[in-house]
């Protein structure tokens, strides 16, 4: 069983940046796909950017230049750095794991963090 634990909420002017975190709880961390999702207010869950267990990641074109996700697998930690954070960017991250196939859609992770609540104020 893999348990992951995110970071508490902030907040943050457009223009500034957020750092979140997921700790990860398991024996097969290394071997797994872990992702951050994003939910809108009123939409739905939607990818951010993966990172498979070879290292390589992937991002939505809507933060690609601004999201960096990364992993320090000696300590079991997942990050998600948010740089350049504009209003679009408010809602609730969630990092994901999946044993399974790498991608970008919820219904394929079935590990999930409780969630992150950002907003980013104009």
């Known amino acids: 069983q893999v348990q992951l634990q995110q970071s508490e909420g902030d907040s943050v002017q457009a223009g500034g940046s957020l750092k979140l975190t997921c700790s990860v709880f398991g024996s097969i961390y290394s071997s797994y796909c872990m992702a951050w999702f994003h939910q809108s207010p009123g939409k739905d869950r939607e990818g951010v950017a993966n990172?498979?267990?070879?290292?390589?990641?992937n991002y939505a074109d809507s933060v690609k230049g601004r999201f960096t996700a990364s992993q320090d697998k000696a300590n079991n930690v997942l990050y998600l750095e948010l740089n350049n954070m504009q209003p679009e960017d408010t809602g609730i991250y969630y990092c994901a794991a999946t044993p399974w196939v790498c991608t970008m859609v919820s219904s394929d992770f079935n590990y999930w963090g409780q969630g992150t609540q950002v907003t980013v104020s104009s």
């Open positions: 990172i498979d267990s070879d290292g390589s990641t």
